[in-house]
């Protein structure tokens, strides 16, 4: 009799992207009452997966859109200083 070995494929990733999908199972098992329940359960825990990358993605956006008020607040204070010392300098001369 044959013994087949049962292999992981995962081991045969980079040991980062093996952490990174590790990391990202354990998130997915959140979901595991709905996926258990459904017709398919790969494709339901894929489906569910998606669902946890679209969630950090939404994060991520969140943050990026609070980093990019912060540089347009001061992108907008620089110019206004700017135009601020122009029209001081403008002034100046006339004396």
Do not use: C
Not at 18 to 42: I, S, W
């Amino acid at each position: 009799m044959l013994i087949r070995e049962s292999k992981d494929w995962k081991q045969f990733l980079d040991a980062a992207d093996e952490g990174k999908l590790n990391r990202l199972l354990k998130d997915v098992a959140r979901h595991r009452p709905a996926y258990k329940n459904a017709d398919d359960v790969k494709v339901a825990q894929l489906w569910s997966a998606l669902l946890e990358l679209k969630k950090e993605n939404e994060r991520l956006n969140s943050k990026l859109g609070e980093i990019e008020g912060i540089f347009e607040a001061i992108y907008n204070r620089v110019k206004r200083n700017r135009e601020e010392k122009e029209e001081l300098l403008k002034t100046l001369e006339k004396f």
